[in-house]
């Protein structure tokens, strides 16, 4: 164990360097952390969960080793370590501080819209990889994305817990949808919001309006069909949002590869849409005056 | 919303936790969230302008919606206290005045002992007088910005988020419509449309504010 790196409410990360002098990040989760024992067997049991399926999917961070002191009080797992903020993979112990999507969004403000469909799409498959294991996030946010040798991977899985357990509050404040956190529906949700945050530079509690300058370029052409995919993921009304994480990585991976075709489909469903509705008024007009004119019918025979 | 109403809101976050605990009895802990979201600008505002400090402005909107959520029975029963505006304002302009009793001396080389820092009582040029017409006015330009903006915050909560993206950039930018349209990827249609139902929604919105403490007395 070389130095503390970070440290959270229920415990603290060490910088680490193996006996093959590989450096790894260590979670030191303490039970008097919190108020009683629940919440704390519940993030081991989260743990337990997580561990074996972190090391199958790219986009998670891998859990390589958890240990348990009953007798101390606390549990650690080891982690993959995230690339430095500046030198990227190449660590230097007394200056390194990871590399997270939060401080890049802090440095940068606003990034590339190619760059944001890219991690979207990796981060939305990784979430769906989560949800096929039966698992939840619950604190999908820009400082818990982090970047291993340049590939962003979901991290922080404290608050990971089993899909079964339901709704919760728990989460960060602007990122956890109005009907609360704990489902697959608000991890899309959190996903959306740090698209919307890290595209636009805004935070996200000025959801949804979009940034200042919106000029003719092609990145704001892109930006605009990009929010209509964010738009979905944070939809207030559930069922006409993104139903799995899956549904949305494809939407992404449609940006990536053809744009052209996405946004002619999007422009389709609008029209699909006022068809709908003009072909609803015109049946409805037909229908009224079909009645109407059986009505007259009838009082011209008596 | 600006940057900095968006950060402003974020500092207020403790400030309302806090406060919600201190509601945490009353069964309508919801209601009270909404009555801060809906009030804590305008009181905030205000007591910034009557010149005190972020901290003590922060300490009178928790005072002020806690005498409000202690009275607020009083108040519906009472004809006797008149508007919930003007009650309202009543009661922030009183916890504005105890911020300025609580003030220590601040004039240099002044040996003042502790006793006499706690009892000292602001100087009258310090306490903003109730029946100042500038702070009334100030107040009256408060309240309608801040219905129009809290009326806004709760449209926005419900309206379909493109249709807010339209009205954001037509209404409230001062975008030509056109311009909306070809930037959204929209029909003008849809730009009017959008912007017709949110200022028809605003202006109901507001209604319903202006009634909601007064329509039951």
Redesign the interface.
Known sequence: MLRPIGRGSSGEVWLARNALGTYRAVKIVREKAFKNRRPFEREFNGILKFEPVSRSHDGLVDILQVGRNEAAGYFYCVMELADDVVTSSNIHPQTYSPRTLGQDKDRLKRLPVAECVRLGAAIASALGFLHKNGLIHRDIKPSNIIFVNGIPKLADIGLVTDASEGRSFVGT?GFIP?EGSGTIRADIYALGKVLYEISTG??R??????P?L?DNHAE??DL?LL?KII?KA???KTWEGYQTAEEMMLALLAFQFDKEAL?KR??SQ?LSKVFAIVGAIVALGIFIGIIWRLIQLMKASD | ?S?TM??Q??DF?PTRYSLLSRLQNRDDKDSWKDFFDTYWRLIYSIALRSGLTEDEAQDVVQETIICVAKDIDKFKRDRMFGSFKGWLRNLTRWRITDQLRKRKPRAAGKNVSPAEENTRLPETSEIPDPADDGLEKIWDEEWQTNLMDAALERVK??VK??H??MF??NVI?QWPANKVAK????SVAQVYLAKYRILMLIKREVRLLEKQWDGSK
């Open positions: 404040e109005p805004k935070d509690n000025e959801y949804p309006a979009l200042e919106l704001t052409r605009i929010n738009l944070c939809r207030v946004r999007e422009a609008f | 919303m940057q968006t950060s809101t974020e976050i909560r419900r988020e493109e807010y993206q954001d950039l930018r930037t959204l990827e929209v």
